[in-house]
């Protein structure tokens, strides 16, 4: 029995992601034909604790089996212009070592077996967006601007 991917509504796990002032050269934690340093700037932890949304969206163009993971990560960068300043962009490879299939630590974390995903997370550290295979930039935008409007003063 494989564990389901973190479900909508409960807390994101607290991965301390690689960034790029961890790495010599981004490409060890990015196989985007050009990878974009925006995308790998935050640890999830960290985000979290400074209450700052987020989107993470798990990809490896390179080695995608589904073809879809070079688009994800191109739509994802579509919104930074408009969301970057209010919501923390995580871009987290899969593969660690592809030859080996050895994941990444913050892929077991998050208990996905599948890609590419995106996952919405409040201020408070929880999804509240989540999203497997293609999506568009509107779902994406329509999840972000829930996280955006629900702020602590607001209780429904």
């Known amino acids: 029995e494989v564990a389901a991917t973190p479900t909508v509504g409960s807390a994101a796990p607290r991965s301390r992601n690689l960034i790029a002032r961890d790495v010599k050269n981004l ?17 999830i932890a960290d985000a979290i604790a400074q209450g700052k949304p987020q989107l993470i969206v798990f990809a490896t163009p390179q080695f995608c089996t589904s073809r879809m993971c070079g688009p994800v990560v191109d739509i ?16 987290q490879e899969i593969w660690q070592d592809f030859a080996d299939k050895k994941v990444f630590p913050t892929v077991e974390e998050w208990r996905l077996f599948t890609e590419p995903w995106i996952f919405v997370v409040d201020g408070q550290g929880i999804i509240r967006g989540k999203f497997e295979g293609l ?14 409007g629900r702020g602590p003063a607001r209780h429904q």
Not at 76 to 91: D, I
Not at 137 to 143: N, S
């Open 76 to 91: 994802v960068r579509t919104l930074l212009p408009t969301y970057g300043k209010r919501v923390a962009f995580v871009h």
């Open 135 to 148: 999506v568009t930039a509107r779902e994406l935008e329509i999840a972000l601007q829930q996280v955006l």
């Open 27 to 43: 490409r060890q934690i990015d196989t985007s034909p050009r990878p974009d340093p925006r995308l790998h700037q935050v640890r």
